[in-house]
């Protein structure tokens, strides 16, 4: 069994956010098994909650004291109506499941200002995952915990196909986000070549032969979803002129290898390079959380194409960021967007992470196997005590 490590409130009432698949209701029973569970994928507990939210007290005993866990929340947003007069009232403790905000924000629905934080819930990071990481195989399938812990390949591939296939249908068609879910499926597989890069919501419109407007609507529905991120830039203090755009990431590489299409004009080695990327961008998210490190994440990208991929900003620190799926170093070229930040901001650390083995430290610099990164070595040299 894998302990996943997120940290949570014990007194006080949380949402857990999190796209499908990455495990929620597994923890849930995991940790909570004696609790009450209402779950909202359930069609009759669907139907009875969604024509009378104020029955949820129907569920809970009277003298119930522990948790209230209410799965897939976003469904019947009226229902935190209810959870927030039985917080006022009784005094319960609740947890908030759900693999979408949309719907909740397009509805008002009442978010419980102050009386329950937020918490995300991640695919499987490699610090939970411990010896059981294998690079290769999170390059391959992702780290969605039904992909990754496949028996084969193959199975991953069509877990992560059918996985599309139901957000299509179920969060998409069903929600009637879209009006064309035909534009939206070739929405996807044109978002996916933008993955990694900085963001060009025209080029990706015109790929796909919808409309900008359509397509700016497109992404903001898989950010909702929480199947997809931008990055924004970091520009604090800039000394150059930047670019003002974001990157956009899907949230899984397996995800990623899933949407890309693939043929003789596609290079693997790209969509590789592309991968491990993902994978470091979910690792520092993850971690980042789990930790409780507090950390902004950003980018760095001057007019003259100079970029550093990840940037780190917080009260526990500034670090800097380059990954290059090669276990070659160039160190001339490989460094020298490192270099240009460092010029900057002298008061950042700064790593390039790669695929070979041997550690170096170059000046103000340090080149370290990305595989530091993945077993917890590079996050103990940052991460405060106590954590």
């Given at each position: 069994?894998?302990?996943?490590s997120?940290?949570?409130?014990?007194?006080?009432?949380?949402?857990?956010?999190?796209?499908?698949?990455?495990?929620?209701?597994?923890?849930?029973?995991?940790?909570?098994?004696?609790?009450?569970?209402?779950?909202?994928?359930?069609?009759?507990?669907?139907?009875?909650?969604?024509?009378?939210?104020?029955?949820?007290?129907?569920?809970?005993?009277?003298?119930?004291?522990?948790?209230?866990?209410?799965?897939?929340?976003?469904?019947?947003?009226?229902?935190?109506?209810e959870?927030?007069?039985?917080?006022?009232?009784?005094?319960?403790?609740?947890i908030?499941t759900?693999?979408?905000?949309?719907?909740?924000?397009?509805?008002?629905?009442n978010?419980?200002?102050?009386?329950?934080?937020?918490?995300e819930?991640?695919?499987?990071?490699?610090?939970?995952?411990?010896?059981?990481?294998?690079?290769?195989?999170a390059?391959?399938?992702?780290?969605?915990?039904?992909?990754?812990l496949?028996?084969?390949?193959?199975?991953?591939?069509?877990?992560?196909?059918?996985?599309?296939?139901?957000?299509?249908?179920?969060?998409?068609?069903?929600?009637?986000?879209?009006?064309?879910?035909?534009?939206?499926?070739?929405?996807?597989?044109?978002?996916?070549?933008s993955?990694?890069?900085?963001?060009?919501?025209?080029?990706?419109?015109?790929?796909?032969?919808?409309?900008?407007?359509?397509?700016?609507?497109?992404?903001?529905i898989?950010?909702?979803?929480?199947i997809?991120?931008r990055?924004?830039?970091?520009?604090?203090?800039?000394?150059?002129?930047?670019?003002?755009?974001?990157?956009?990431?899907?949230?899984?590489?397996?995800?990623?290898?899933?949407?890309?299409?693939?043929?003789?004009?596609?290079?693997e080695?790209?969509?590789?390079?592309?991968?491990?990327?993902?994978?470091?961008?979910?690792?520092?998210?993850?971690?980042?959380?789990?930790?409780e490190?507090?950390?902004?994440?950003?980018f760095?990208r001057?007019?003259?194409?100079?970029?550093?991929?990840?940037?780190?900003?917080?009260?526990?620190?500034?670090?800097?960021?380059?990954?290059?799926?090669?276990?070659?170093?160039?160190?001339?070229?490989?460094?020298?967007?490192l270099k240009?930040?460092?010029?900057?901001?002298?008061?950042?650390?700064?790593?390039?992470?790669?695929?070979?083995?041997?550690?170096?430290?170059?000046g103000?610099?340090?080149?370290?196997?990305?595989?530091?990164?993945?077993?917890?070595?590079?996050?103990?040299?940052?991460?405060?005590?106590?954590?």
């Amino acid at each position: 069994m894998i302990s996943r490590s997120i940290k949570h409130p014990e007194q006080t009432s949380f949402f857990l956010f999190g796209p499908r698949g990455t495990g929620k209701s597994t923890w849930l029973k995991q940790e909570f098994p004696a609790d009450v569970l209402v779950d909202c994928l359930d069609d009759s507990v669907f139907r009875r909650l969604l024509a009378h939210p104020e029955r949820l007290s129907d569920w809970i005993p009277p003298a119930h004291t522990g948790w209230v866990i209410i799965d897939e929340v976003q469904r019947i947003p009226a229902v935190l109506n209810e959870v927030h007069r039985l917080i006022e009232g009784r005094g319960l403790k609740f947890i908030l499941t759900g693999s979408s905000a949309r719907k909740l924000r397009r509805e008002t629905a009442n978010l419980l200002a102050g009386r329950a934080i937020r918490k995300e819930m991640h695919p499987l990071s490699a610090i939970e995952l411990k010896s059981d990481f294998h690079l290769d195989r999170a390059l391959n399938r992702g780290l969605l915990p039904q992909a990754y812990l496949a028996d084969s390949d193959a199975l991953a591939r069509s877990y992560l196909e059918s996985y599309l296939a139901t957000y299509l249908k179920e969060e998409v068609q069903e929600e009637r986000l879209v009006r064309r879910l035909d534009d939206f499926a070739r929405f996807l597989e044109a978002a996916s070549y933008s993955q990694g890069a900085v963001l060009n919501v025209s080029r990706v419109a015109e790929d796909c032969s919808i409309g900008r407007k359509a397509a700016e609507g497109y992404f903001e529905i898989l950010i909702d979803l929480l199947i997809a991120h931008r990055l924004p830039i970091f520009s604090r203090r800039a000394k150059r002129k930047l670019i003002r755009h974001e990157k956009f990431y899907f949230f899984d590489a397996g995800v990623f290898r899933a949407l890309r299409p693939r043929g003789p004009l596609d290079s693997e080695a790209e969509i590789n390079g592309l991968a491990l990327e993902t994978l470091v961008f979910q690792e520092l998210r993850a971690v980042n959380d789990a930790l409780e490190l507090g950390y902004q994440l950003y980018f760095w990208r001057t007019h003259q194409q100079q970029e550093v991929d990840f940037v780190l900003y917080g009260r526990q620190g500034f670090h800097a960021i380059e990954i290059k799926a090669s276990a070659r170093l160039r160190e001339t070229e490989d460094l020298r967007d490192l270099k240009a930040f460092l010029q900057d901001y002298p008061e950042a650390s700064a790593t390039l992470f790669y695929l070979g083995q041997q550690t170096m430290h170059l000046g103000a610099m340090t080149v370290r196997p990305v595989q530091d990164l993945f077993d917890g070595t590079w996050w103990s040299s940052i991460a405060p005590a106590g954590n």
